[in-house]
């Protein structure tokens, strides 16, 4: 086989294969004839002239992420860290636009995000910052879709992905958060002691209530007793005053009786004559009297009291 032969099956081949080329899917080819551009070409196999077309780049039609860290500082002085991710992607329209207006597209939106971030931030306090996370990221949205696409860019969507204060921010932040947890948990158990406090008084008072009553009805009950012995004694010719002396010496022996019973009681023996009962019960009718008097007596130095008041009130409207 001569050189010639050789060279000229070499230059068909090349010739061959650069006739040809294939695009991917959700890609597009951007074709220059020497040097200037020709078509937009989607994907599959293509034909172009050999030594004259040639491919000049290639653009995806994808969805794209390009995530970007941000040092900024907020209103209250708290340098924190921000990650934007921003998804774009060039529509098959605007492949002319995407390939031949920008250089480098990642830098352009990565300068975008920066300036957007370092005005948005100061404005806010740290709190604000975590609360309105998305206006943030709506604010960078909105910066980024008017000045990219005019340079064919879609911004589909910004997310602020992750908020990142200094360390010894993050560690005051935990101990106010801790030391709110203690205030509520400690309001709660105050509560609580009170409810319990509230809750014995209530039973104590019910208990003193009940036990008062109990009382009550059963000094009613005993007088109830004493009327009926009296009425008793009455009917076999005891009058009022002997009933009532021999119901005292008897409630007088019955309890030196029960106190007797019980090993462990204290007995103080007081003077114990046959006319202790009757002693007893005039004692008794004397301090009743006197105490009666004595009401008397009040009521009346009252009523003097009222009269002269109203005496004078009288006197002083006229």
Same mark, same amino acid.
């Given at each position: 086989?001569?050189?010639?032969?050789?060279?000229?099956?070499?230059?068909?081949?090349?010739?061959?294969?650069?006739?040809?080329?294939?695009?991917?899917?959700?890609?597009?080819?951007?074709?220059?004839?020497?040097?200037?551009? %020709?078509?937009?070409?989607?994907?599959?196999?293509?034909?172009?002239?050999?030594?004259?077309?040639?491919?000049?780049? *290639?653009?995806?039609?994808?969805?794209?992420?390009?995530?970007?860290?941000?040092?900024?500082?907020?209103?209250?002085?708290?340098?924190?860290?921000?990650?934007?991710?921003? %998804?774009?992607?060039?529509?098959?329209?605007?492949?002319?636009?995407?390939?031949?207006?920008?250089?480098?597209?990642?830098? %352009?939106?990565?300068?975008?995000?920066?300036?957007?971030?370092?005005?948005?931030?100061?404005?806010?306090?740290?709190?604000?910052?975590?609360?309105?996370?998305?206006?943030?990221?709506?604010?960078?949205?909105?910066?980024?879709?008017?000045?990219?696409?005019?340079?064919?860019?879609?911004?589909?969507?910004?997310?602020?992905?992750?908020?990142?204060?200094?360390?010894?921010? *993050?560690?005051?932040?935990?101990?106010?958060?801790?030391?709110?947890?203690?205030?509520?948990?400690?309001?709660?158990?105050?509560?609580?002691?009170?409810?319990?406090?509230?809750?014995?008084?209530?039973?104590?008072?019910?208990?003193?209530?009940?036990?008062?009553?109990?009382?009550?009805?059963?000094?009613?009950?005993?007088?109830?007793?004493?009327?009926?012995?009296?009425?008793?004694?009455?009917?076999?010719?005891?009058?009022?005053?002997?009933?009532?002396?021999?119901?005292?010496?008897? %409630?007088?022996?019955?309890?030196?009786?029960?106190?007797?019973?019980?090993?462990?009681?204290?007995?103080?023996?007081?003077?114990?004559?046959?006319?202790?009962?009757?002693?007893?019960?005039?004692?008794?009718?004397?301090?009743?009297?006197?105490?009666?008097?004595?009401?008397?007596?009040?009521?009346?130095?009252?009523?003097?009291?009222?009269?002269?008041?109203?005496? *004078?009130?009288?006197?002083?409207?006229?």
């Amino acid at each position: 086989m001569s050189i010639a032969l050789i060279v000229i099956l070499v230059l068909a081949l090349l010739i061959i294969t650069g006739s040809f080329f294939t695009v991917r899917q959700q890609s597009a080819a951007i074709l220059e004839r020497l040097g200037r551009f %020709q078509s937009i070409r989607g994907s599959g196999l293509h034909f172009k002239l050999p030594f004259v077309d040639r491919v000049a780049g *290639k653009v995806s039609l994808k969805v794209q992420q390009l995530d970007v860290n941000v040092e900024t500082k907020t209103k209250d002085n708290v340098f924190v860290k921000l990650k934007v991710g921003v %998804q774009f992607a060039v529509g098959p329209e605007s492949v002319y636009d995407a390939f031949y207006k920008l250089d480098n597209p990642y830098e %352009q939106i990565n300068s975008y995000i920066f300036d957007v971030v370092r005005a948005e931030v100061p404005k806010m306090k740290l709190d604000d910052v975590f609360e309105r996370k998305d206006d943030i990221a709506n604010a960078i949205k909105l910066e980024l879709q008017d000045a990219m696409n005019s340079y064919g860019y879609n911004i589909v969507r910004a997310l602020v992905t992750d908020i990142d204060p200094d360390a010894t921010v *993050k560690v005051a932040m935990n101990r106010i958060n801790a030391a709110e947890r203690e205030k509520l948990a400690a309001e709660y158990e105050g509560e609580a002691d009170r409810i319990r406090i509230v809750a014995k008084a209530r039973a104590e008072a019910e208990s003193k209530r009940l036990q008062g009553q109990g009382i009550a009805d059963q000094r009613r009950e005993i007088a109830k007793g004493l009327e009926e012995s009296v009425d008793i004694l009455n009917s076999v010719g005891i009058n009022s005053q002997e009933a009532s002396a021999l119901i005292v010496v008897t %409630q007088h022996y019955d309890t030196l009786q029960s106190m007797g019973e019980n090993v462990n009681s204290n007995l103080i023996m007081l003077p114990n004559a046959p006319t202790a009962g009757s002693d007893m019960l005039a004692n008794m009718t004397a301090s009743f009297m006197a105490s009666q008097k004595m009401g008397e007596d009040m009521k009346e130095q009252s009523d003097k009291l009222k009269a002269e008041k109203k005496r *004078k009130k009288i006197e002083l409207e006229r």
